[in-house]
């Protein structure tokens, strides 16, 4: 990640660890590419990563937003 974005910010990158992470910059394969984190939309996390997986926490209808927390590094790199 480091070498393909240096000190930029990845997009589409999930890091599990230092040394494992996923890019999914240039695919649309990966259910994980479209979660989104709640944080200030007034909306709940229904969902949290399984390792580079989704899962929901509840039952979720049909055409539902899928929404995770991204985790307090990603907001302390974003600064917001």
Known sequence: VRRRYGAK?????????KD????ARKTTAGVARYANDARGSG?????RFAGFSVRATRPLPAGAEV??????DYWRTHGK
């Open 67 to 72: 929404l995770v927390s991204y985790g307090r």
């Open 9 to 17: 910010t990845a997009q589409y990158v999930l890091c599990r660890s």
């Open 43 to 47: 909306k709940r996390n229904n969902a």
């Open 20 to 23: 494992k992470c996923r890019d």
